[in-house]
């Protein structure tokens, strides 16, 4: 492994150079891989795995989504099967439902792992909380994971462009002696760019924390606080939507993809980094106590035991759908929709 300085530690990390695609293939080449499920991750991971020459079929029971998989080039019967079927044929069952729908199926599942068959996972969840998911795999079965670092959508769109998001990557179970091999070749597979070693608990943990956290709920948060104390003191919707979202996402993030964040304020006027050297210390301050708060709520499992009571309730999806509708009907995303359309290369 390449031995990389992250800001002072050094950290063991895969990359595609030491373990290229070719070897990728050549350790999965005797292994029939069951993409299980086909909502966001599953179309990402199983369209890249078949680009890369992998023995690749999907599982999905019928419906849009089923649907979906055939526009997408799966052949009913060839390539796409019944969840069971699937199960059945595959050796290397890539557990790819959502969270909650994995505790529902794991009876089932459970059943096609025969001695010497793989379980891969994208997430620590259904193992680490075993007591609350029941997900306890038989002993003579491999069980790993590779977790993309972002969207299944974004990794599919990535692996277009000849580009790859980061995975992380665990060994929670080898029955074969071959797991880690196996777990290295899958994340390559699945179209990642470097891969960092962690454990099941440990990327449950983070993946929870960063979802709620800065990639998704603190975000949002800080959006729309900002968003009202422009709205509340006389801004339109547009300069105040445009002064808090379309700049940082159109101009100002890619500066900090690009090259760091010092990098992006180096390219603003000096006085706006005076004032986001002086601003970026108060907002850590106060914010800080809300994230110590979130990864106590993650490591207490209430977050999980949340998300699993909420999810298993029959009317859980219309109420998804209604609070992501009054999120897209809010005036901040109505001003973002309307920002949006407006962008020179949307016409
Ligand atoms: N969404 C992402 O981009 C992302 C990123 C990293 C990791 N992950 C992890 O990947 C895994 C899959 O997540 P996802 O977001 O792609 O899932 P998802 O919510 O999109 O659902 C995946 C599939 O589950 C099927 N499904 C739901 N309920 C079912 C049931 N009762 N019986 C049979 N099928 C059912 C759906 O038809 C769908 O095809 C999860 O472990 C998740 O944490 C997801
Ligand atoms: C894409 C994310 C947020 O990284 C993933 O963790 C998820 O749960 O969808
Ligand atoms: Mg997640
Ligand atoms: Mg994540």
Redesign the pocket.
């Known amino acids: 492994m390449a031995q990389i300085n992250f800001g002072g530690t050094v950290e063991d990390v895969v990359t595609r150079e030491e373990f290229p695609l070719e070897k990728a293939r050549q350790v999965l080449s005797d292994q029939t891989i069951a993409v299980i499920?086909?909502?966001?991750?599953?179309p990402?991971q199983a369209l890249n795995m078949k680009d890369n020459g992998l023995n690749v079929i999907v599982g999905?029971?019928k419906?849009k989504?089923y649907d979906k998989a055939v526009a997408d080039g799966w052949v009913p019967g060839e390539t796409l099967f019944e969840?069971e079927e699937a199960l059945e044929k595959g050796t290397i069952i890539c557990y790819?439902?959502?969270?909650?729908?994995?505790i529902?199926?794991w009876p089932t599942v459970k059943k096609y792992l025969t001695a010497g068959k793989s379980l891969y996972?994208?997430?620590g969840?259904g193992i680490t909380y075993k007591e609350k998911t029941g997900i306890v795999p038989p002993a003579d079965v491999d069980v790993f994971l590779a977790?993309?670092k972002?969207?299944?959508?974004s990794l599919r769109r990535l692996f277009v462009e000849g580009k790859g998001l980061n995975s992380s990557f665990a060994v929670y179970q080898d029955a074969t002696g071959t797991a880690r091999e196996k777990c290295i070749a899958m994340a390559i597979g699945v179209g990642s760019g470097y891969l960092f070693e962690t454990d099941f608990y440990k990327e449950v943990t983070s993946d929870l924390t960063g979802e709620r956290g800065t990639l998704m709920g603190a975000i949002q948060g800080i959006f729309a606080a900002q968003y009202e104390v422009l709205r509340e003191n006389g801004h339109s919707p547009s300069e105040a939507f445009n002064e808090t979202v379309e700049e940082l996402t159109q101009s100002l993030m890619p500066l900090v993809a690009e090259n760091g964040m010092d990098w992006m304020y180096a390219n603003c006027s000096t006085t706006a980094q005076r004032g986001a050297l002086d601003w970026w210390k108060p907002f850590k301050e106060a914010t800080k106590p809300v994230f110590a708060k979130l990864y106590d709520s993650v490591k207490t499992q209430a977050e999980a035991a949340r998300s699993i009571d909420l999810n298993s309730q029959p009317d859980y999806r219309p109420k998804l759908e209604a609070e992501l509708k009054d999120l897209r009907e809010s005036e901040m995303w109505q001003a973002g929709a309307a920002v949006r359309s407006l962008r020179p290369e949307r016409n």
């Open positions: 499920g086909y909502g966001v991750q599953g990402g999905q029971r419906g989504t969840i790819l439902l959502s969270d909650a729908a994995q529902e199926l996972f994208s997430h969840f977790a993309p972002g969207s299944g959508t």
